[in-house]
């Protein structure tokens, strides 16, 4: 292990890493453009999913189910 750690500190000596930053940043002919653009209707598109999420909710509960959440609800306020 030791011998790894020397052998590094040899490579770094000598501007290593320099050349793996010069290698794989500065001298990189690939490049990639990444454009963002906003999605007007996002927020709308939310609040639907999230609205049919809930009623599928809803609608799956027993009257067990919703007692136990008003129940809860009384305590809480």
């Known amino acids: 292990m030791e011998e790894h750690f020397k052998e590094l500190k040899k490579k770094l000596e000598k501007g290593y890493?320099?050349?793996i930053i010069?290698?794989?940043f500065i001298n990189n002919t690939h490049a990639?453009?990444?454009v963002m653009t906003p999605d007007i209707l996002y927020t709308d598109t939310l609040k639907r999913e999230e609205s049919d999420f809930l009623q599928e909710k809803l609608e799956t509960l027993t009257?067990?189910?919703t007692?136990?959440?008003q129940?809860?609800?009384q305590f809480l306020s």
């Open 22 to 24: 010069n290698k794989y």
């Open 32 to 34: 990639i453009r990444t």
């Open 67 to 69: 007692d136990f959440i």
């Open 71 to 73: 129940k809860d609800v």
């Open 17 to 19: 890493l320099q050349k």
């Open 63 to 65: 009257v067990q189910d």
